[in-house]
């Protein structure tokens, strides 16, 4: 069974960072998998937020998070991760961790990121 799991969610002041991790399990090979992080404010459409390509592991961010989120994995534990640094409170959302292949297309179940002093 292919799984998800979100984890680094919380708390935190305008300008302070965070680290979300995505784990997964049940993958034949994971490294193989394109691996993303969306994000979905309440009231908005789900929107990606950085991720790595299919081919040759090429990152993309969403220009809001340029230079402020940093996008990593580990295949050796099957994990991605985001770095999140300068947190404003328009960052505000629930954090999926995505993985998609040519064939397939899973969903983790979210982490909640608020920023607000």
């Known amino acids: 069974q292919v799984q998800l799991v979100e984890s680094g969610g919380g708390l935190v002041q305008p300008g302070g960072s965070l680290r979300l991790s995505c784990t997964a399990s049940g993958f034949t090979t994971f490294s193989r998998y394109a691996m993303s992080w969306y994000r979905q404010a309440p009231g908005k459409e789900r929107e990606f937020v950085a991720g790595f390509g299919l081919i040759g592991g090429s990152t993309n961010y969403r220009d809001s998070v340029k230079g402020r989120f940093t996008i990593s994995r580990d295949n050796a534990k099957n994990t991605v991760y985001l770095q999140m640094n300068t947190l404003k409170p328009e960052d505000t959302a629930v954090y999926y961790c995505?993985?998609?292949?040519?064939?397939?297309?899973?969903w983790g179940q979210g982490t909640q990121v608020t920023v607000s002093s």
């Open positions: 995505n993985a998609r292949s040519n064939v397939h297309d899973y």
